[in-house]
């Protein structure tokens, strides 16, 4: 039983390139989520699925754009890569949504040039 | 913008010594959670506080929830340098919206 599984854990990207980091979870959970860490800023959270084939923006999704083809899987990709992308990802699951514990990844760290 | 607060940013302690943080919202919460993240690692879930004034008590860590549901803190009796990390309150607010959203944490630095 691995939990949340978040490939890959680091990347360098150049300005204006693409990428995708991938979310799995194996505990048949409903709802997903990808925050971002910055120092100082806390988890804040950027899009996030309550079930399969559903996404929703969270605070900050400009920039980011997700999928959720599979329920056990939660897709975060990045268009066009920008420095102010540069920060520490965690993706997130829980059974409820209203009382549910978030469940983390390990964190996926990306870094812009 | 960020509606849940949490104060202070960083507090460093003695070993031994008492450490309390403080997470107040500018809505009332459904709930409330608290997680806590040790360096270089992925937040991990402590607790759930759910009702109006309630407390739970894990060992030495002492969980409040306000009479309002606005406000909530953290309070750990003697420290031990186990409890390096940064914690963070995470409320969901009562607007409907299915998400937490996560004070800025803070991070509790012990001295041996």
């Known amino acids: 039983n691995a939990g949340v599984t978040q490939t890959p854990k680091f990347r360098v990207l150049k300005t204006g390139q693409s990428m995708t980091l991938l979310c799995a979870q194996d505990m048949n959970h409903e709802y997903m989520y990808w925050y971002r860490q910055d120092p100082g800023m806390g988890l804040r959270l950027i899009h996030y699925?309550?079930?399969?084939?559903?996404?929703a923006k969270g605070e900050v999704p400009d920039g980011y754009n997700v999928s959720r083809l599979k329920k056990q899987n939660f897709l975060l990709g990045l268009e066009s890569a920008a420095p102010s992308q540069t920060s520490v990802y965690f993706c997130a699951s829980s059974y409820s949504r209203d009382t549910g514990e978030l469940f983390f990844g390990e964190g996926s760290r990306l870094t812009v040039l | 913008g960020q509606q849940v607060m949490q104060i202070p940013q960083y507090q460093h302690v003695q070993e031994g010594e008492d450490f309390t943080t403080y997470c107040n919202s500018s809505t009332t919460l459904s709930n409330i959670q608290w997680y806590k993240q040790r360096p270089g690692g992925h937040p991990v879930f402590l607790i759930q506080?759910?009702?109006?004034?309630e407390v739970k008590k894990q060992k030495r860590l002492t969980f409040q929830f306000g009479e309002a549901k606005k406000n909530s803190s953290l309070h750990i009796t003697a420290t031990q340098t186990t409890d390096v990390g940064t914690y963070f309150c995470a409320g969901r607010l009562d607007t409907g919206r299915r998400a937490l959203t996560f004070g800025s944490g803070t991070r509790l630095q012990v001295q041996p």
């Open positions: 699925s309550v079930g399969e084939g559903t996404t």
């Open positions: 506080l759910v009702k109006s004034g």
